[in-house]
Every structure is written in structure tokens, then in C-alpha cells.
């Protein structure tokens, strides 16, 4: 059974940084291509930003272009999501799955941007 856990989530200032990462076990991740959701209280959950297994990559939210950027690495079985310039929207829990997703949700990491 595969388990996904995220880390890295903190309550930043807005314009501060944060690099989020999720660690997978009882599977490959270098098989897959891996994505970045976040869910937002009272919102849907919406992905973020999606890497094949080559390393290209795609962001989903027009909102985090330019500031978020997906990295894997296959030997660690770890994907990550660096955030720049965060702003109080960006506020959300954030999860690692595969762009469509197949494996069980992990707990998740909470991003709080808050002056």
C-alpha cells in the first residue's frame, strides 16, 4: 500500500518562501508522474502543479505561475514544491498524489500565509 507524507508546511509571512516535500513508500514514484494539490477551508481541492518522471513540468493555477515550482527526486522517492512570493490565498493544506489520483491521501501539510 502506498503512503504519501507531506512536510514543510509552516505560517509565513506574505512575500516569505517555503519549500514543501512528500515522501512516498510501497511504490516507484520514478514510474509516475507526480502532482501538488492544496485544498483551501471551504473549497474544493484543486491541483497545483503536475512532473513527469523526467522532470518537466506544469503548473495548473494560473494564480501560482512564476511563484511555484514542481522538482522530483526519483533516488529519494521525493517530490517538492518550492513556493515563492506567497500570498494570504496561497493559505491551503497541500498533498502530493499522481495527477489523477490513485493513491490514498496523506495527512497533508498546512501552509498558513499570514502577516
Known amino acids: 500500500q502506498v503512503q504519501l507524507v507531506e512536510s514543510g508546511g509552516a505560517l509565513v509571512q506574505p512575500g516569505g518562501s517555503l519549500r514543501l516535500s512528500c515522501v512516498g513508500s510501497g511504490t516507484i514514484f520514478s514510474r509516475y508522474l507526480l502532482a501538488w494539490y492544496r485544498q483551501a477551508p471551504g473549497n474544493q481541492r484543486e491541483r497545483v502543479a503536475i512532473?513527469?518522471?523526467?522532470?518537466?513540468?506544469?503548473n495548473d493555477v494560473d494564480s501560482v505561475k512564476g511563484r511555484f515550482t514542481i522538482s522530483r527526486d526519483n533516488a529519494k522517492n521525493t517530490v517538492y514544491l518550492q513556493m515563492n512570493d506567497l500570498k494570504p490565498e496561497d493559505t491551503a493544506v497541500y498533498y502530493c498524489n499522481t495527477p489523477t489520483p490513485i493513491w490514498n491521501w496523506g495527512q497533508g501539510t498546512q501552509v498558513t500565509v499570514s502577516s
Open positions: 512532473i513527469d518522471p523526467d522532470s518537466s513540468s506544469t
